[in-house]
């Protein structure tokens, strides 16, 4: 019985260090990398220690600010777009008893279901056409795309949870529709057009295929920077972009995770 | 804002191919309090959100006073309603809920203030005006609920069902209560219920409902003991029906079948000659607290009597029921207007 105990708590004790080692593994790499200086093989630490790559990648000429704010502006406008468009269809699909209404759903996923890489390089072709190449409103589009699927089918999903008597109520009492959507069942919906806002934001901010096809190299977002710097043999600055990368995508589910709470949520939209 | 009549003429309502309602004509007087009645899926509730606006006509026209409101929208109605759930916005304190319909009618914000404290002081809720909506209990809920909707000043109010969601003990004061508020106010009333004691406790008229049509409109005595049918009988209670016999008091021509209630039949009593009498073998005999509900066996039928005393199973008795809680009804299962004495002579 102990024995058999001891052995269970063994066992859960190297599931979870395996567990821990993959997901944490790289990411331990990754933050080495960002801090050598020297790191040959077959060292297996670096052998020295800096913020010298640091200094390199944050110089001026070096493009990371650029990429950064480019990288923040097209994630920001994504979810700008892609959330103007699923308020309104969400609703619809939520509310309005369309009588095609799977298949619609079902539609918004295709873009999803195929290979991405085809879809970018047509995309790209027939943004070449209307001078969308290399433009922040091109990448914007691009990475809207794979926005929109989350977005509408979350939306959807939250505006069909809202009670419809809550929009009978105020419209009964004098409010006429539009009012009554943005007083009771936009503030009702709130928690989760927040969470596609979220997706919208983390899928934009490590978008690469879209980006280095339509933007690049006009427009360098960090995914892109990383990537020019890994195929360079760079890996601290490779891994010093990612660790920027992390920033604005902590911040926002800080932000976010503080606008979630309920009691912060019941004080929104008055 | 003056209270006003409702009228409906020929009212009817098909959803999916299915007719709901078919053609309501309904007359309701301003100030008085109207019970929709009947049981689910009669067409009671979508009558009301027709009324409110919620469901567009096929047919018919609806008119509060003068005004035909066929073809407004909700918003533009002002008939106040509330529905079964209460439906108070969760994102909203107490508060907010009653001033909302103000602050949409652009009411200043002081005299919203004061309209509200007045409205939560009238029930009872002084002192709640911050809390939040799902902190209170189903009661107090429903008294918000009902403050919102009297906080414009309505022509009309409709309540959908208001009374359900509540426990019996509260159910049983708040009708009482609504009662008392919808007199003193004045306001034209309209209340859905499948709850027939509800409604002859509470309503003026009752407009009894089946299958999308009204099968009786009247004032609740008379309805209790003059329903226009055996259907409409057995919803109202009326647990007993018997074939007519030769012996059997005459109190309409042509009855064909009597129905009674059962706390109107007596067993082994002394009844005066002029009653309704039926001889059977003892069933069932249980306690109500009241006294005992005998079953009785009578050639193949079960008829239900009251007793003070319980009786033997098996045993033979005799079930009497006085002429004047006789229900008669004809052939076609329709009441048959009762006849006086007098007229009979005559």
Sequence with gaps: ?270 | MRTEALTLNDVTIDLRQQRILESIHLAVDPGSFTCLLGPSGCGKTTLLRAIAGFTPLDRGDIRLGAQSITHLPPEKRQTAMVFQSYALWPHMSVGENLGYPLKLRGVPRSERQQRVADTLQRLELSGFEKRAVTQLSGGQRQRVALGRALIIDPPLLLLDEPLSNLDAAIRRSLRGELRRLQKSLGITTIMVTHDQEEALQMADQIVLMRAGQIVQVASPQRLYQHPADLDTARFLGVDNIVSCEKEDPANARGATQFGFRTRDALVNASLNAAALNRKGRVSDCVYTGDGYQISLSVNGDTLYATSDSPIALGAFATLQVPASALIPFGPDNRHLPPLDRHEDIA
């Excluded at chain 1, 609703?91 to 996923?109: D, E, H, K, S, T």
């Excluded at chain 1, 419209?171 to 919208?200: E, H, M, W, Y």
């Excluded at chain 1, 760079?234 to 972009?241: L, M, S």
Aim: hydrophobic share 60%; aromatic share 12%; proline share 6%.
């Design chain 1, 1 to 270: 019985m102990k024995a058999s105990t001891l052995l269970t708590q063994i066992g859960l004790g190297l599931m979870l260090g395996i567990v821990a080692f993959i997901v944490f593994g790289p990411l331990l790499n990754l933050a080495m990398w960002a801090f050598a200086e020297q790191w040959f093989y077959p060292n297996r630490f670096p052998t020295d220690w800096g913020f010298a790559f640091w200094e390199r990648v944050f110089r001026p000429r070096a493009g990371a600010w650029v990429s950064l704010f480019n990288t923040i502006i097209v994630a920001l406008l994504a979810v700008l777009l892609s959330m103007a468009l699923a308020i309104p269809a969400g609703y619809a699909l939520a509310r309005q008893a369309l009588p095609a209404r799977n298949v619609i759903m079902l539609l918004f996923l295709l873009p999803q279901a195929f290979p991405n890489l085809p879809i970018f390089v047509n995309i790209a072709a027939i943004f070449y056409q209307w001078g969308l190449n290399g433009t922040l409103l091109g990448v914007v589009l691009v990475h809207s795309l794979p926005g929109l699927v989350y977005a509408v089918w979350i939306a959807t999903a939250t505006f069909a949870t809202v009670d419809r008597s809550l929009e009978e109520a105020a419209r009964n009492l004098g409010a006429s529709p539009l009012r009554s959507f943005k007083d009771i069942t936009l503030p009702q919906a709130l928690p989760g057009l927040l969470a596609a806002s979220i997706f919208v934001f983390l899928d934009s901010i490590d978008e690469f295929t879209g980006t280095f096809f339509v933007g690049a190299p006009e427009i360098t977002t960090l995914p892109l920077l990383m990537f020019n710097a890994s195929m360079g043999g760079n890996y601290q600055v490779a891994a010093i972009t990612a660790l920027i990368l992390l920033i604005p995508s902590v911040g926002f589910m800080l932000i976010i995770e503080r606008f979630l709470k309920a009691d912060v949520l019941s004080r929104i939209g008055r």
